[in-house]
Antibody
Framework: EEQLLESGGGLVRPGGSLRLSCAAS????????MNWVRQAPGKGLQWISH????????YYADSLKGRFTISRDNAKNSLFLEMNSLTDEDTAVYYC????????????????WGRGTLVSVSS | QSVLTQPPSVSAAPGQRVTISCSGG????????VSWYQQLPGTAPKLLIY???KRVSGIPDRFSGSKSGTSATLVITGLQTGDEADYHC???????????FGGGTKLTVL
């Protein structure tokens, strides 16, 4: 069974940093493009970042570029998100999601999702 | 403010048909593929439809997707109480070079 399991969430002070991890199992992780998506309480989904299977292509939401860094370790079937200078607006459930992206055809979808990890930014 | 616009909520009775719209522009829906996700209360999103109208394996044919111009539509027929969920549209914006989601639509089955 395809599974993604996020970890690393928790309570952090404004201005602080956090590193999220996502462990993959049940599918060929090294062949999958991966993403981070977040959802603030009572709000819709917000895409954060995409990393291709070999880490060659990386994209970020403009509003988060410079503060968030996505990376992966295919040998360990793991995806990461480094988050810096956190504010209360970053409070959300953070989902790890795998899928497909063809930039030239504008074709993008996410067919494997984790359960999410909650990040709370508060003093 | 989401790049893609969805109605905040829709409702219909069991057995009825409901449509959920997703409106964008030429840099996204107008020239890309649209996907739809179902998010049951307290759970992670689940992919329903990809490439505008292809159902994921195991998704009943009560769910269908379509696209015309810069808008996409999710149609659910034969509504069931278990369909109560938030539905999100999504695509890639070729101008921003980013993934974009709609604001989500809450479906209530009366």
């Amino acid at each position: 069974e395809e599974q993604l399991l996020e970890s690393g969430g928790g309570l952090v002070r404004p201005g602080g940093s956090l590193r999220l991890s996502c462990a993959a199992s049940g599918f060929t992780f090294r062949s999958y493009a991966m993403n981070w998506v977040r959802q603030a309480p009572g709000k819709g989904l917000q895409w954060i970042s995409h990393i291709s299977s070999s880490s060659t292509n990386i994209y970020y939401a403009d509003s988060l570029k410079g503060r968030f860094t996505i990376s992966r370790d295919n040998a360990k079937n793991s995806l990461f998100l480094e988050m810096n200078s956190l504010t209360d607006e970053d409070t959300a459930v953070y989902y790890c999601a795998g899928g497909y992206l063809d930039v030239w055809r504008g074709n993008w979808y996410l067919d494997i999702w984790g359960r999410g990890t909650l990040v709370s930014v508060s003093s | 403010q989401s790049v893609l616009t969805q109605p905040p909520s829709v409702s219909a009775a069991p057995g009825q048909r409901v449509t959920i719209s997703c409106s964008g522009g030429t840099s996204n829906i107008g020239n890309t593929y649209v996907s739809w996700y179902q998010q049951l209360p307290g759970t992670a999103p689940k992919l329903l439809i990809y490439e505008n109208n292809k159902r994921v394996s195991g998704i009943p044919d009560r769910f269908s997707g379509s696209k015309s111009g810069t808008s996409a539509t999710l149609v659910i027929t034969g509504l069931q109480t278990g369909d109560e969920a938030d539905y999100h549209c999504e695509t890639w914006d070729t101008s921003l070079n980013t993934g974009v989601f709609g604001g989500g639509t809450k479906l209530t089955v009366l």
